[in-house]
């Protein structure tokens, strides 16, 4: 498996560079093909890129030193973004700056900040606390969304340039570095084993664990179909959407507007509903839930092809991938032992996306290339019956780590901190009582 993925991560990264040089080689091409897929894939590129660093750290430095370290990195960089915005570079290289930056922050902060989360909640504290502390995640998009809208009114008036709000950024990174250097001091982490290891042994580690429990094995099968499906459903709701409102203003407009929706809707499912459906369903079963959402919205897409359809597919797609789906992953994985869980959790957060999202950005890339040299109208339907097929997969996969859930909860490589009897209950948030078949246990059979 491990062999796999190192190819994977090698063929992946490459064939995006390739197609990547294709469309920007040829203008003509580069019209035609919307130019929302070439920031895709050069962002899962980066990430790619970005992982790899990351995974060497990730375990050498306490969980805390390391989000201090993070938090006070990132500071620095929005102070190196801010003087090229005061250098008056050209705007293409300021705002492609920033948006990659984003892009990274949103990735790397969130691995981090639930490893130590892990280190610190066990698992059944998991379960009731991360759909809560991942809530307030979200009341946070809707804060800064708040103060993104009015904050070019209030500056016309104040006559302050717009380039501040990376300022406030920076000040707000700064408030977060003293909050974890005086709050974080008192509280009781479990100590994890720090390596020193090179990329290929960390690799191996995580594939080695993923591929000895079953469990966590299926997972990452689904995981990775997932993160093929991302990419379309991204950039098929991006593409469409785009067509829909040809005014700039208009299409700002609108997609501001599916930003709050969507940031509204997932406070409200993760902060009141995400813990009390993982428990009424059980981990196990939950996970269930976003490659089903997925397959469905992608077969709407299919079926009426239209801008409301495409929104209704990605919000399917990030209400159940950013709620229950994120809560449960990150439960589950505090099952992993703390001084492997740092790379498990960068496996599978990080890897898998990557490559899942090079790989069905390169492939929707070719389809849209060979319809276009083919003069083949219908290449989207193409690309989106390969997102339904790994959508298919990744329901397939969780059916199965479904049936090899309990047996793997036994594995020696998964380290008990609570031993007894209602354990395996606590962790798979059932109780020991409930003897009436659920549907997902019927599906057991097939």
Not at 383 to 400: E, N, Q, T
Request: proline fraction near 2%; include cysteine.
């Amino acid at each position: 498996m491990q062999f796999v993925l190192e190819q994977l991560i090698y063929f992946g990264f490459f064939q995006s560079l390739l197609l990547l040089t294709i469309l920007l080689v040829s203008i003509k091409k580069r019209q035609k093909v919307n130019e929302f897929l070439l920031v895709l894939i050069a962002n899962y590129s980066l990430i790619l890129l970005t992982i790899v660093g990351q995974s060497l750290i990730i375990d050498r430095f306490g969980r805390v030193k390391l989000v201090r370290g993070l938090i006070f990195g990132l500071a620095v960089i929005f102070v190196v973004l801010r003087l090229m915005f005061l250098l008056k570079l050209p705007d293409t290289i300021n705002y492609s700056f920033f948006y990659l930056l984003a892009e990274q922050q949103w990735l790397l902060f969130p691995i981090i900040f639930w490893v130590l989360a892990s280190d610190i909640f066990d698992i059944s504290q998991a379960k009731r606390l991360f759909p809560i502390i991942a809530g307030f995640g979200f009341f946070g998009r809707l804060l800064g969304i708040g103060i993104a809208t009015i904050s070019p009114l209030l500056f016309q008036r104040l006559d302050i340039q717009s380039e501040e709000l990376i300022t406030l950024n920076i000040l707000i990174y700064l408030i977060l570095y003293i909050v974890t250097k005086l709050g974080l001091a008192k509280i009781r982490i479990r100590s994890a084993k720090q390596t020193h290891e090179g990329f290929k042994e960390i690799l191996a580690e995580g594939t080695d664990f993923v591929k000895a429990v079953p469990a966590f094995r299926y997972l990452t099968f689904s995981l990775l179909a997932l993160a093929v499906c991302d990419v379309i459903v991204e950039f098929h709701f991006l593409a469409v959407s785009n067509s829909a409102f040809p005014d700039p203003d208009r299409y700002q407009s609108f997609y501001g507007l599916y930003r709050l929706i969507l940031t509204v809707l997932s406070f409200g499912i993760q902060t009141f509903l995400s813990s009390r459906i993982i428990k009424n369903l059980g981990l196990k079963n939950s996970f269930v839930i976003m490659p089903i959402a997925v397959c469905l919205g992608l077969i709407l897409v299919v079926i009426s092809p239209n801008v409301i359809s495409a929104l209704a597919m990605i919000m399917l797609y990030r209400l159940s991938c950013d709620t229950t789906d994120e809560s449960a992953r990150k439960s589950f994985q505090g099952l992993v032992p703390e001084e492997r869980r740092g790379r498990v959790s960068l496996f599978m957060d990080g890897y898998l996306l990557a490559v899942g999202g090079i790989l069905g950005g390169v492939i929707t890339g070719i389809i849209i290339l060979v319809g276009l040299a083919f003069n083949i109208t219908f290449y989207s339907y193409i690309y989106l019956g390969l997102g339904i097929a790994a959508a298919g997969f990744s329901v397939f996969s969780i059916l199965r780590m479904r049936r090899v859930y309990d047996k793997s909860l036994l594995n020696w490589r998964l380290k008990r901190r609570q031993r007894g009897r209602g354990v395996l209950d606590r962790l798979d948030g059932s109780t020991p009582k409930a003897k009436t078949k659920s549907v997902f246990d019927r599906l057991d059979g097939l």
